[in-house]
């Protein structure tokens, strides 16, 4: 395994870290006796053979359902000095409730302290306000911190980049959850504001949404030639410096395994990228044009901005995908995520109405006005289908 200093915290972070949000039984609570033998025995030899490789960083959440209390069954057997726990608590009501959820997973955890505690999806502006008002979730943060039950402290975020600027730039966190990869590179700048301030970057779900490249279309294994699109991905990440660690959701022991090919190639990334990215930009610009390819992005109007909260630029991202590298599946996995439940942590809504009077004056800056309509019924024509829940409300 590879390490990097994970930014202020001085904690030497394995480039690859074990997520613990597929291994689980249940998104929902449910007693121990409940948890099926053969579940519980995967996980644990999830966990033993991430830390054999040298991942010795285990990241769950509070909202991972049955995954705090699995994990409190194996963790106490391992050497904790050698162990960076990391547990998440979603942004509640009053700091209280944050502070006894916290209290509840360290229960669960069966650990006297967490390395690494985030907020959990500072996704609005008003998320933020409530981590720094006087007597808000910061301040019950720190308590904790002066009582030894934390670390450090950061966040995770599915928000929009300047929301999550804002955040990094208050300099009151030790790290951020954060994500970027090949696909989506909007958020470079949150990197760099991290960076600057000497934060840990924690790349979330880099295999599954950046791409589900656990199972990759034909084209784009194609594109990515001589590497499978799962470690061309890592290495793309990894060969930035600013990035520190890849969330793996391993389900299994050998979930590992593809992934570590990666290891090795770090070095040789200079030589072996560039190929791969220039045939991934020229497939993008001969499916859909080099004008539309270089500049779609261009003045396109924010959700909140938009009839029904119409997300223009992420349908026409999704459209774009599902074109260029025959990623359909994928684009329709997240389209159909729009409109949902799913709120601030996927906003906006699909492309089911779309009137093109309505979108005129809101599409002036862009110079695709005039084809944005018909592109965004086209988009729901080749993605649209069920409406789909975020794993996370999965029964």
């Not at 609570?29 to 030899?45: C, F, K, M, Y």
């Not at 360290?106 to 907020?119: H, N």
């Not at 590992?256 to 990215?277: N, S, V, W, Y």
Request: aromatic residues 8%.
């Amino acid at each position: 395994m590879l390490y990097r200093r994970f930014g202020r915290t001085e904690l030497q972070m394995p480039v690859f870290s074990c997520g613990g949000m597929r291994y689980q039984h249940k998104w929902q609570d449910v007693p121990l006796s409940e948890i099926p033998a053969a579940n519980q025995r995967n996980l644990e030899a999830t966990i033993h053979r991430s830390f054999e490789l040298g991942i010795n960083h285990i990241e769950t959440a509070r909202a991972y359902g049955t995954s705090e209390l699995q994990l409190g069954q194996v963790l106490p057997q391992l050497p904790r000095d050698q162990l960076i726990i990391q547990t998440k608590v979603v942004v509640k009501e009053t700091p209280q409730a944050f502070l006894e959820t916290f209290e509840q997973s360290l229960k669960l955890l069966q650990l006297d302290y967490v390395d690494l505690l985030s907020v959990h999806g500072i996704n609005l502006d008003e998320h933020l306000e409530s981590c720094m008002a006087p007597g808000g979730l910061l301040d019950v943060i720190r308590k904790l911190q002066a009582q030894g039950k934390v670390r450090f402290v950061g966040f995770s975020t599915h928000g929009p980049t300047d929301v999550i600027v804002r955040a990094v730039e208050t300099n009151q966190f030790d790290y951020v959850n954060v994500h970027w990869y090949y696909i989506n590179q909007l958020n470079w700048p949150v990197v760099e504001a991290a960076t600057a301030r000497d934060m840990g970057v924690f790349i979330i779900s880099p295999s599954d949404k950046g791409g589900h490249l656990h199972t990759p279309p034909p084209k784009l294994v194609e594109l990515c030639q001589p590497l499978s699109p799962m470690v061309f991905n890592n290495l793309f990440c990894l060969s930035h410096s600013q990035v520190h660690t890849l969330s793996l959701g391993a389900a299994r022991p050998s979930d590992f395994d593809e992934h570590l090919k990666t290891l090795e190639l770090i070095d040789l990334a200079d030589e072996i990228l560039p190929p791969i990215l220039t045939r991934l930009e020229q497939a993008g610009m001969a499916a859909l044009g080099e004008d539309w390819w270089k500049n779609w992005r261009t003045g396109l109007p924010e959700p909140e901005e938009t009839p029904d909260r119409l997300n223009i630029p992420l349908i026409l991202w999704l459209r774009n995908l599902a074109l260029a590298y025959d990623m359909t599946d994928y684009a329709q996995a997240r389209y159909n995520l729009l409109g949902g439940a799913a709120s601030h942590w996927f906003p906006g809504s699909r492309a089911e109405r779309v009137n093109d009077g309505e979108l005129r004056s809101l599409l002036q800056n862009s110079p695709f006005a005039e084809q944005i309509p018909h592109l965004l019924r086209d988009a729901h024509r080749i993605l649209g289908g069920a409406a789909v829940k975020r794993l996370s409300q999965s029964d």
